[in-house]
Structures are given as structure tokens and as C-alpha cells.
């Protein structure tokens, strides 16, 4: 006879694995056709797809829901698309993706400075989209091994790294800086950890490219250079060195 405790361990082994909740979008754009037709292309590729037509309303369904990644476009009504990313950043690390009509350099440099992770440029390629949404997603959920590597390279019995006053918890993902913890949105913390990983050694723009913003094609290194700007302005601006003609090297002392 079997027991009812039988029974019910049974029964939990043969339920199935919840499934996971669908990435939640939220799109902040003006223009009804484009905002609809990012709207339909996402949702064909499974995610959840939330939308405002103003930056201030933007503002508010970022506060009311819980978004995994944000697409804001630059030229909105209301509030901006630069304006609403430093609100947003000012309250969250979340990811955000921003739009530009133009792919005008001033457009680009605003929203990175404000503190967008990366950009598309109108009318959009779907395609690209996607790739970039789904780097921004494994940034913002990347974790080292347990052995305490990053990115591939040897782990180090120790997962506390510490440059001066900076400390870096490759485990725990926490930064501090002179004991005070440092808040950094998931593309700093990914550059952070690259440069962690190899403190002394110049690397190239390129490299970034390829191992943070996890770009299969060339990229804009403009992204590189205003993350390195932010990260600076957390960490310590002496600490991220220049090599020009190279790239960046993180200062050991």
C-alpha cells in the first residue's frame, strides 16, 4: 500500500518546472506607428511589452511596474528622452536601451552621458534590437564563477580585489569605495569587472566592445568612452587610466 507521504513525493516529482516570467519591455515613444510596430516585434519574440507615449508618463509606468529593460526614444514630449533616463537613473540600474531618430552625435553622447547602456537608431532593424536587448539582459544578470572569474580569465582564491580605496567583491557583485558602497548600474559594474580581472593591462576599445557590450559586429566606441567618463566619476576618476592610441587600464595602487 502506498503511503499518502509516497504519494505526495510523487506527485512533486512529476510537476513540472514553473515557467519563467516573460522579460518585461517598457517602450517610451511618441510616434503610435513606431511605438506599435516595436510593441508587435518584441511581443513575436516573447517578451512582455508595456508602452508610454510621453516622457512623463514613461516616468510613471517605470514607477509603477517592474521592468526588466527600458527603450526610451530621445525626442519625446512632456519630459525628454535624456531628461527621463537621468530620473530613472537617479532611482534605478536598470537597463536602457535609447532611441534615436537621427543617429545624430549629439543625440548619442546625451542619452550615453545621462546614462543610458547602449542605443538604436531609427527607422530600427529589428534584429539588432533584439541582440541589443538580449546582451543587456545577460549584463544585467551576469555572475562570476564560483572560483571568483570573470569573464573567462583564471579566478583568484580571493574574491575581494582591492585597488587602493576600491574594493571589488567579484562574488557578491558589490563595489565600495572607501567603504562606502558604490552604485553602479550592470554595464559599469561588467566594464568594472573586466578591468578588475586584468589591473595594469591597457585594454583596447574593441576588446570592450566585444567582451562587455558583447557586440558580434563593430560598434560604436563612443559607448566605451562615456561608460569609462561614468564609471570614473564613481570610482574615482585617477583610477581608469588613459593610454591614448590604446584604450583604458585600471591603476593597480
Not at 516570467?21 to 513575436?44: G, Y
Not at 528622452?81 to 536598470?94: A, N, T
Not at 555572475?143 to 576600491?166: N, Q, S
Request: hydrophobic share 45%; charged share 25%.
Amino acid at each position: 500500500m502506498t503511503s499518502n507521504a509516497q504519494v505526495g513525493s510523487v506527485s512533486e516529482a512529476r510537476r513540472p518546472a514553473p515557467t519563467p516570467a516573460p522579460v518585461s519591455v517598457l517602450v517610451v515613444e511618441d510616434d503610435a506607428t513606431i511605438r506599435r510596430a516595436v510593441q508587435l516585434a518584441l511581443e513575436r519574440y516573447g517578451y512582455r511589452v508595456a508602452v508610454a507615449a510621453d516622457g512623463l508618463s514613461g516616468l510613471e509606468a517605470f514607477r509603477a511596474g517592474a521592468h526588466d529593460l527600458l527603450i526610451l526614444d530621445v525626442m519625446l514630449p512632456e519630459l525628454d528622452g535624456i531628461g527621463l533616463c537621468h530620473r530613472i537613473r537617479e532611482e534605478s540600474p536598470v537597463p536602457v536601451l535609447m532611441m534615436s531618430a537621427r543617429g545624430d552625435a549629439l543625440d548619442v553622447v546625451a542619452g550615453l552621458e545621462a546614462g543610458a547602456d547602449d542605443y538604436v537608431i531609427k527607422p530600427v532593424d529589428t534584429g539588432v534590437m533584439v541582440a541589443r536587448i538580449r546582451a543587456l539582459l545577460r549584463r544585467a544578470t551576469f555572475r562570476p564563477d564560483a572560483e571568483g572569474t570573470t569573464a573567462g580569465k583564471p579566478g583568484r582564491a580571493d574574491h575581494i580585489l582591492v585597488f587602493g580605496d576600491l574594493s571589488v567583491d567579484t562574488l557578491g557583485m558589490e563595489v565600495r569605495r572607501a567603504g562606502e558602497t558604490v552604485s553602479l548600474t550592470p554595464t559599469e559594474l561588467r566594464l568594472l569587472l573586466e578591468f578588475a580581472a586584468a589591473p595594469g593591462s591597457v585594454l583596447d576599445r574593441r576588446r570592450l566592445l566585444r567582451d562587455v557590450w558583447d557586440y558580434g559586429w563593430e560598434g560604436d566606441t563612443r559607448v566605451v568612452d562615456l561608460c569609462v567618463l561614468r564609471l570614473r566619476k564613481k570610482i574615482g576618476s585617477g583610477r581608469i587610466e588613459t593610454v591614448r592610441g590604446f584604450g583604458y587600464k585600471l591603476v593597480r595602487g
